[in-house]
Structure formats: structure tokens, C-alpha cells
């Protein structure tokens, strides 16, 4: 398997941790850096996060599994996350997602054949004031129309490395 973490960051780590009362205060942010390296996080990337943290597999495994932005499957090399909450759903959200998934040839939770998108729905993504919204990376994008649509993925397609 592919390294998770380069051995720097596995260091800045532990010393973080060791520096601090409640190491688990790290968990999204090593689990974060597996991802950011790695593209996802394996079941070894969880026990590597638990070594580094002082804590069993199984509390690092519980908060990976909860935030839907760790990804414990592989994903595209963007990952395309729609607002499914109230706000969003009322402006017509569903139709963007519809789109999504014709445009992309894919279903909720599928990556495109070339590798590039994943497609998975959000439970909110704080952008009520411009539903509706999704983000890509760190990237949120609203007031979505099906034309703008069409700009954010030739923009994200357009930035990904082969």
C-alpha cells in the first residue's frame, strides 16, 4: 500500500499530541492529512491514527465514520458534495442533483469512469443564504443553476492533474 502520511507529518503528530491533554483533539486533523496524502482512509490509515493519537482503532474509527467528509472508500479526485438540507431542497436542489447525476452518468455515491468526480449527497453545508449549494474541496458554490453547473465542473475538471 501506497504510504499514508510521510514520516515528518506521523512526527509533528505525536509531538502534538504528547504537547496536549486530550490528544483525540487531533483526530479530524491527522485523519485529515491521511486523506489529503492518501486520497481516502483506509482501515490501516484508522490504525495509524489511533497509534499516533494513544487510542484504540476503534475511537478513531468512530469519528471517521461520522464526519461525511472523511472518505473510508476510495473516491474521485474531486468530490462533489450536494446540500441536501431544508434550505437547499426548498430552492429547487433537487433538480441541480438530477442534473448531477445525468450529466456525470452517475448515481449518489458513484465516481465517474474516469476518476474524476464522486458524487455524494451532504447534510448541510452552511450556505443556506445561497441554496442551492454545493462545494467541491473547500470550495462552495451556490445559487446553482444547471448553466452554472456546467462552469464549476469544466473549472474543477480543468485543475485536475492526470
Not at 110 to 117: I, Q
Request: proline share 5%.
Amino acid at each position: 500500500m501506497a504510504e499514508l502520511l510521510p514520516q515528518q507529518q506521523v512526527e509533528h503528530f505525536k509531538a502534538k499530541a504528547a504537547a496536549i491533554a486530550h490528544p483525540m483533539e487531533l483526530v479530524v486533523d491527522v485523519l485529515r492529512a491521511i486523506q489529503d496524502h492518501h486520497g481516502w482512509v483506509p482501515d490501516e490509515g484508522v490504525e495509524l491514527a489511533a497509534k499516533i493519537l494513544g487510542t484504540s482503532p476503534l475511537k478513531v474509527e468512530e469519528i471517521a465514520t461520522f464526519y461525511d467528509k472523511i472518505y473510508r472508500q476510495p473516491v474521485g479526485k474531486r468530490v462533489i458534495h450536494v446540500c441536501d438540507s431544508i434550505c437547499c431542497w426548498t430552492r429547487e436542489a433537487e433538480q441541480i442533483y438530477a442534473y448531477l447525476q445525468q450529466k456525470l452518468g452517475i448515481a449518489p455515491g458513484e465516481t465517474t469512469a474516469d476518476g474524476v468526480f464522486t458524487l455524494l449527497p451532504s447534510c448541510c453545508l452552511g450556505a443556506c443564504g445561497k441554496a442551492p449549494a454545493l462545494m467541491i474541496g473547500l470550495n462552495t458554490y451556490g445559487h446553482l443553476t444547471r448553466e452554472k453547473v456546467d462552469e464549476i465542473l469544466a473549472k474543477e475538471r480543468s485543475t485536475v492533474k492526470t
